[in-house]
């Protein structure tokens, strides 16, 4: 057995500790998903399933959430929808069952590209400073380099929502109230602390050696950077980069405060789907689900990375 | 190829002197050794030629153009780093080719020197290989690749064979000679290691405490050590020093050493009396019943073809390289004969030889 895979234990755990070990981790992972597959289950119950009182497990799986997810309905007379013709798709179908038709598509593909906007603009241009922050001061002698470092840092040691007033205020003065600018400058305000701290420890990992070999064989430092530097800092930016994108697009509060209308993200939009006679739970899930999609597909195409990023240093060298 | 030049170069990191007025010149097709202990500042005077740090003050000249502050881009030159810095993310043909490619070379021409170059260093068979896997040895000859490929003025190197055991350390100094010898690139060396640089270099500037304490070639730095310093650096084991007290005359051949008359070379100045060392190589020594010198027999290190005897004089511990073939007992009194052309004088109070007739020897050639 080689150095570089028992860096953590000199002694391989037995096969007991490892079945034990197997039965935490799922056990654990089987209860952290269940409010998981409860939204799942939910978004695809009809309206009284999903208020039943015991919840039920077993039941006729319909897409009547996802229909009203996306649409706004109008309740009618049945003579007026006898009077229709034939429906036009299934959720035509659904909705006419409830005395209703659809009257149009709802807001929540808008609030849906609002947040694809927001959070990914906010984690490219977080990662794409931190980046640039931790190479600066990881490799030059920056003048008072440990105190801006824990200025950077002290930007995070209250919760955000703390300056809100004063940011609504600034916002409204700017008009950047209900923008897709001021929702990528917040997060990317917020996100950037974390990004210069993670991406400067990845950084200082990297041996200046290979900048200095690169400049050495005829290149600038810039090019150094983007040819030597970044290639072995993937890892760490995209690391850095899930953490960035799973703040902004899960963040709530400002979403609500800064943001109504045309920047509404989907997080402030998905509790206010109502029904007719109160919450519409399915179409809520439905709008949840969808919601977590993204973040999924992109945490498993950076999974690799991830993995490694959280082990750097242990299997490094 | 090129001629480097060193003139007055300093280098300051806060208080603390890295590098103090160095001045020396490689001459073009050269092969010169920077030696001496860790922190002397022989690494920061190769980065500083390199471009890596820029000098406090003084100058770099190569070619006789000054490039003290030109950028390490521009200046035509490689280095070998000390963990060989190859780039993890590609594989071994990309490494080799990598300096070529910011030249704008063509791919054809890249590839024919690549392999061109893997040819010379035996290490064809793995040019489609990741550096990753590589071993120690490998991994070394990949980084002299990269340096040599694309011709520079020169080649810096940065102790690289610290990193390697020692059996293999042997092969390798063999092979950087070898190639040397191939390409005749004018070479910068930087070790800790006194049997590298003796066994590879044209030159050896020993450095202590960012100053450069000798410069010559290995045999003057062995036979005339220019102080207590290098002296005591250069050689395993290291000159001994007989310490005694005493004045000098200009022209003198003898000195008294306690109450010893010990033959020097001739002396070519005048000393107030004052602390001195008489310097003495161990193979310099022999045992002799009816030399005046005395001492006693300490302890001994056999090492096949010859021994160690640590002798105790009453000016100190001195270590003589005799041959294995005679035993001794320890506490035995033995006289001590000295090749006394051989002999070095150094003043105690500033650690520096005394000018004598072995000392213009290499002044005269």
């Known amino acids: ?317 | 190829m090129a001629e480097i030049r060193v003139e007055n170069l300093r280098k300051q990191f806060g208080d603390f002197a890295a590098v103090e007025d160095s001045t020396f010149t490689v001459q073009d097709g050269e092969f010169l050794a920077l030696l001496g202990p860790s922190g002397c500042g022989k690494t920061t005077t190769l980065r500083m030629i390199a471009g890596l740090e820029l000098p406090t003050s003084g100058k770099i000249l190569l070619d006789g153009e000054d490039v003290t502050f030109n950028r390490a881009s521009a200046r035509d030159i490689a280095f070998v780093f000390q963990l060989f810095a190859l780039y993890p993310h590609m594989n071994v043909r990309k490494n080799i080719g990598f300096p070529l490619l910011s030249q704008g070379v063509p791919k054809a021409e890249i590839k024919k020197r690549v392999e061109e170059t893997a040819r010379l260093l035996q290490i064809g068979h793995i040019l489609d290989r990741s550096v990753s896997g590589l071993a120690g040895g490998d991994r070394q000859r990949v980084a002299l690749g990269r340096a040599i490929v694309r011709r520079p003025k020169c080649f810096l190197m940065d102790e690289p064979l610290g990193t390697l055991d020692a059996e293999f350390r042997e092969v390798m100094v063999h092979e950087l000679r070898e190639l040397h010898n191939r390409i005749h690139a004018t070479t910068v060396y930087v070790t800790h290691d006194q049997h590298e640089a003796m066994a590879m270099a044209d030159k050896i500037a020993v450095m202590n405490h960012g100053i450069i304490e000798q410069y010559g070639t290995p045999q003057e730095i062995y036979a005339r050590p220019a102080s207590m310093y290098v002296a005591d650096f250069i050689g395993s084991p290291p000159m001994n020093f007989l310490r005694f007290h005493s004045g000098l005359e200009n022209g003198s051949t003898s000195v008294t050493v306690g109450e010893v008359p010990v033959r020097v070379p001739q002396v070519h100045v005048v000393r107030e009396p004052g602390e001195l060392a008489l310097g003495v190589r161990p193979e310099h020594v022999r045992f002799s019943e009816a030399a005046p010198l005395r001492g006693a027999i300490y302890g001994s290190e056999y090492l096949g073809t010859n021994q160690i005897v640590s002798v105790e004089t009453a000016q100190g511990v001195l270590k003589a390289r005799v041959p294995a073939d005679r035993d001794f007992a320890i506490g035995e009194n033995v006289g001590l004969e000295l090749d006394s052309e051989k002999l070095s004088l150094f003043d105690c109070a500033s650690g520096k030889a005394v000018p004598s007739s072995l000392y213009a020897e290499a002044r005269h050639g």
């Open chain 1, 1 to 317: 057995m080689s150095n570089a895979t028992s860096a953590h234990s000199v002694v391989e755990p037995s096969a007991t500790t490892k079945r034990i070990a197997g039965i935490i981790v799922v056990v654990y992972a089987i209860v952290t998903m269940v409010p998981l597959a409860w939204i799942f289950m939910t978004s695809f119950k009809s309206p009284p399933d999903s208020i039943s009182y015991p919840p039920k497990l077993v039941f006729t799986p319909t897409l009547e959430g996802y229909c009203n997810l996306f649409t706004t309905r109008t309740r009618q007379t049945a003579e007026y929808i006898e009077s229709l013709g034939p429906p036009q798709s299934t959720c035509d179908e659904i909705t006419r069952s409830r005395n209703m038709v659809i009257a149009g598509p709802s807001n929540y593909w808008p609030r849906f590209t609002n947040s694809m906007v927001i959070a990914f603009g906010s984690t490219f241009l977080a990662v794409f400073l931190g980046t640039l922050a931790a190479y600066g001061f990881s490799r030059f002698r920056v003048p008072l380099a440990d105190d801006l470092l824990f200025f950077i840092l002290s930007t995070r040691m209250m919760p955000p929502i703390a300056v809100a007033i004063p940011i609504y205020l600034m916002y409204r003065e700017l008009g950047l109230s209900d923008t897709a600018l001021g929702m990528i400058l917040l997060y990317t305000a917020v996100n950037v602390s974390l990004a210069v701290w993670l991406l400067k420890g990845f950084m200082d990992e990297i041996p200046r050696e290979y900048e200095e070999a690169a400049m050495i064989d005829g290149y600038t430092r810039l090019q150094a950077f983007r040819k030597v530097v970044l290639p072995q800092a993937t890892t760490g930016i995209a690391a850095t980069a899930i953490f960035c994108l799973i703040f902004a697009w899960n963040e709530y509060a400002f979403a609500v405060l800064l943001t109504s209308g045309s920047a509404q993200t989907a997080p402030p939009f998905i509790p206010t789907i109502i029904g007719e006679g109160g919450m519409d739970w399915p179409a809520v899930a439905a709008g949840t689900t969808i919601f977590l999609v993204p973040i999924l597909v992109f945490t498993i195409l950076l999974r690799k990375q991830l993995l490694r990023g959280i082990t750097f240093g242990a299997v490094r060298k």
